[in-house]
C-alpha cells in the first residue's frame, strides 16, 4: 500500500500557520517566526532617535550653562556700573532719611527698558547738554519722563549722580520732581515727572503755535524765581543752579513752571557766600562776573533769571543776530535800551495790545536790575520773588525800591567818567565770551 505525503502546509482552504511561516514535517508541521524585511530599518530608526535625543538634551545643558554664565557676567557687569555710578553712596543718602527714602527710588535696567521699548527712537521727548530724555510707561502705567546720558565720561557721570543727590532733597512744586534712578548701566538713568508741554524756549521763539498771553508769562516768571529762591534760601542745603534759561523751565499741561535740569547744580553750606569752581553755563545767560573771576554766587542765577525776563517781555533769543553784527547779546541791548527810555522799541507787542505796557515797564526794571553787571547790585532771588508777587497782584510801581535800584546806580557819579567806560567795556567783552566755543556745557 502506497503511502501518501499530506503537505499540512500546501492545504488552501486551511492555512496551518495565521502569524508565522508553516514548515512541513512528517505526519505534522511547525510554524517558525516570520522574518520581517523591515526590522533592520526599525532598529536604526531608534537608534537615530536615541541619538538626537541625547544630542539635544547635550545642546539644551550647554545652552542652559552657557545662559547661567552670560546673567552671572551681566549681573557682574551691572553690580560693576552700580560701584562707578555711586550707588553705594545714593543707597546710603536714601536710607540715612525716611521723607527721601519716600520719595526717590533706585530702579531695574529691566524696568526702564520695558517702560521705554528698549529705548525706541520713538520715545524719545528730547535733549539737553546732560542727555537724551524718554517718555516712559512704567508697569503701573504711570508716564515718566526718562533721562540717559549721552556719552560715558565719568565728569557727565558725576554731574548726573548731583542732580540725583540735589534733587532727591528737593521738595517744591515748581522744581522738577525727581522719582529716582538706574544705576545698573553703563550710564546712569534718571527718572523724572512726565512734563507735557515742552520747555518755555519752545513758547516764546516761534517753535509753537500757542502764544503766552502777558498774564502767563507773568505767572512763569514769578513760578520760576519762587523756584530759584527756594533753591538758594529754604531748602535743606543752599543750592546754585548754574543753568538757568528758558529750555530749562518746563511747562505742565496747565502752564505751571518747573525748573529742571540740575546736572550742573553746586550746593554749599549755608553760611557760604560762594565757591570758586570752572566756569559752566549757556551762551547769553552766563553771568559776566563769574565768568571772569570763576567765583559763584547765587546772584550768578539772579543774572540768568534777568535773561529770561528779558526773553518773557521781548521774545528774542538770548544771543541774536542784528543789523550791525552776528551774535548780539540780549543781555546788554535790552539794557541799553531800558537806559535809553526806549524799552517799546524791544517790547513784545503783544503785550502792549493786551494791555500790560505799565507792568512790563516794571518787570523791564527789575530785569535791568538783575542784568547788573556787579552781583552785589543784583537784587536777591527773594526780593525779585516780592517784586514779581507785587507785579502780579497789581502791587507795585516804577518807584518801588527794586526798580529805582538801576536808576539810582546809573545817576551816581561814581558811574560816570572812567567807571562808565569801564561799563561799557565790560559790556562789549561779554561778547567775547557770547562768541567763545570753550564755555563748557
Sequence with gaps: MPRYYIDECQRPDVYPCQHGVCINMLGTYRCSAKKSSSSLPGLITVIAISAGFGLLFSLLGVAKITNKLKQQRVKKSRQNFFKKNHGLLLQQLISSSK????????????????????????????????????KGILSDQHVVAIKKAKIVVQREIDQFINEVVILSQTNHRNVVKLFGCCLEAEVPLLVYEFISNGTLAFYLHGQSENHLSWKDRLRIALETARAIAYLHSAASISVYHRDIKCANVLLTDTLTAKVSDFGASRSIAIDETGILTAVQGTYGYLDPEYYYTSRLTEKSDVYSFGVILAELLTKVTPVFSSHSSEGTSLASHFVSLIRDNRLLDILDSQIIEEGGAQDAEVVARLAEACLSLKGEERPTMRQVETTLEDVHNSKVHLDSPITRVNQNAINDQSYKGNKGDEGTRLYSLEKEFIQSSEIPR
Excluded at 113 to 119: C, G, H, P, V
Design 99 to 134: 521723607d527721601i527714602a519716600e520719595r526717590t527710588r533706585i530702579f531695574s535696567l529691566e524696568e526702564l527698558e520695558q517702560a521705554t521699548n528698549k529705548f525706541d527712537h520713538n520715545r524719545i521727548l528730547g535733549g539737553g547738554g546732560h542727555g537724551t530724555v524718554y
